[in-house]
């Protein structure tokens, strides 16, 4: 009983905090997906460099112009292509990262399925 | 023969992630932007370096002509290097240079253009960095070489009488 009740208080909390997003949460969640060009390894969410720092004014722009977030991303992959994005999308250059989870997890589960049915036997 | 096939496919497994892996060392981590597509300027508004006069982007840009769009600041150690090449690339009168203030004090960039001297034959300002996103910029300095409302050329880095020549040779 006190598990389920723990589980609907977190349900709860995600469901309101949920409704609570607002521009702000729209922003972070863009500039989070968008790779920092000129600093490695970080998002220009994180990164405080000029470049970032100019892209983050850009994002509120957009924001505020009432885009969605996939026009947002849109935009800034016309400008500077798919290397922005962290979240990369499906094409003939991103399909083996796209499917080789899938592939090694179906392998993964024959060899324990083949192991349960030795066991059985 | 079936309990072959296990380590046999976990052998080719581990060679195709390897294969994959291997590959991933020999492409660049860094960005290196598409410099060989030919892309339309964008249309943006700003402010006129000088006289603080709102201009249009298409005013500044006509058909028929070439244009060197180069992105600078006073605060920029490679833009100092670079001012002798465009100063030069100026007294051919070939193309018209066009400067794009990036982030910069006024009184700094003035004073930086009384001291080097002025190649441009119009700056605009790019107060917070926006309009040098909407050009696909990344940095400072940076300069575009544009025909027919075009970018026909992206040069990264700061000018050398090398990529000069290349201008001129381009312009031609």
Redesign the interface.
């Known amino acids: 009983m006190k598990i389920l009740s723990f589980f609907l208080v977190v349900i709860l909390f995600y469901t309101s905090s949920a409704l609570k997003a607002n521009e702000l949460d729209k922003r972070n969640n863009i500039t989070k997906n968008l790779r920092c060009l000129v600093c490695q390894g970080q998002s220009i969410y994180d990164s405080d460099s000029e470049f970032a720092n100019s892209l983050k004014i850009l994002v509120d722009r957009k924001i505020d112009e009432g885009l969605t977030d996939a026009e947002i991303y849109e935009y800034f992959k016309n400008k500077y292509g798919e290397w922005i994005l962290y979240d990369p999308k499906l094409n003939k250059n991103t399909y083996i990262l796209w499917f080789m989870p899938l592939l090694i997890f179906l392998l993964g589960g024959a060899i324990i399925f083949k192991k349960l049915k030795k066991k059985h036997n | 023969m079936k309990n072959k096939i296990?380590p046999f496919?976990v052998i080719i497994?581990f060679g195709i992630?390897f294969f994959?892996f291997y590959k991933g060392l020999e492409d660049s981590?860094?960005?290196t932007?598409?410099v060989s597509k030919k892309k339309e300027i964008p249309v943006f508004n700003s402010k006129e370096f000088f006289s603080g006069e709102n201009v249009k982007s298409l005013s500044i840009f006509e058909l028929d002509k070439f244009y060197l769009l180069n992105i600078w600041s006073s605060w920029c150690v490679p833009c100092r290097q670079e001012h002798p090449f465009l100063m030069n690339l100026n007294l051919d009168n070939e193309v018209n240079i066009i400067g794009m203030n990036y982030?910069d004090n006024l009184k700094n960039a003035e004073n930086f253009l009384k001291e080097l001297g002025n190649p441009y034959k119009e700056i605009f300002i790019d107060f917070?960095?926006?309009i040098?996103?909407?050009w696909?910029a990344?940095?400072v300095p940076e300069s575009f070489l544009i025909y027919n409302n075009e970018i026909i050329k992206k040069y990264i880095g700061p000018l050398n009488q090398e990529l000069v020549n290349e201008i001129n040779l381009l312009i031609k």
């Open positions: 296990l496919s497994i992630i994959i981590k860094i960005y932007p598409d982030k917070d960095g926006t040098a996103i909407e696909g990344y940095g």
